[in-house]
C-alpha cells in the first residue's frame, strides 16, 4: 500500500513537520524521517567533495598553466574557499570528512581528472597524490609554479 511519503512527498515533509511541532509522536513516520535526516547529511557531504574538488582542480590549473591564469579562475578558487568555509560555519562536524583517506584521494583524483580534461595536460604529469596540506587549500594560498 502506498502511503503519504511514496505519493506526495512535499506534503509528507509538511505534515511530518507539523506532527513534529505538536510533539505528537504517535503518528511520526520514524523510518522515512530517519532516512531523509540521512541522505541529507550525505547530501551535504557531497556539496564539500564537489567544492572541495573544484578548489583542487583550479588550484593544479593555477599551478600547471601559469601562462592562462585569470581572474575567473582566482574568483572560482575564492568562491570555493568562501563557501567551503561557510559549509564549516553551519556544520562543524563535516571537517572529519578530511581525516578519511579515502575521501582524500576521491576528491583529488576527481580534480585531477577535471584539470586533465580542462587543460592540455595528460593525468599522469600531475601528481598521484595531493602535495598541499588541507590547511593551504582552504587558506589564502596559492601553489607556485611548476
Given at each position: 500500500m502506498a502511503t503519504m511519503y511514496d505519493i506526495d512527498f512535499m506534503e509528507w515533509l509538511l505534515s511530518q513537520a507539523k506532527l513534529l511541532r505538536s510533539h505528537n509522536s504517535s503518528?511520526?513516520?520514524f523510518d522515512n524521517i530517519a532516512e531523509e535526516l540521512e541522505a541529507m547529511s550525505r547530501s551535504q557531504k557531497r556539496e564539500l567533495h564537489s567544492r572541495y574538488t573544484v578548489l583542487l582542480m583550479h588550484l593544479l590549473k593555477w599551478q600547471y598553466q601559469p601562462d592562462y591564469r585569470c581572474n575567473s579562475w582566482k574568483s572560482?578558487?575564492?568562491q570555493q574557499r568562501?563557501?567551503?568555509s561557510r559549509l564549516f560555519k553551519d556544520m562543524p562536524s563535516l571537517k572529519t570528512e578530511f581525516n578519511i583517506s579515502d575521501w582524500q584521494v576521491d576528491a583529488w583524483n576527481d580534480a585531477v581528472d577535471g584539470a586533465s580534461a580542462?587543460?592540455?595536460i595528460f593525468r599522469e604529469n600531475f601528481?598521484?597524490?595531493c602535495p598541499w596540506s588541507v590547511d593551504q587549500v582552504l587558506d589564502d594560498w596559492y601553489p607556485d609554479l611548476v
Open positions: 503518528d511520526l513516520d572560482t578558487i575564492f568562501r563557501y567551503i580542462e587543460t592540455t601528481p598521484a597524490s
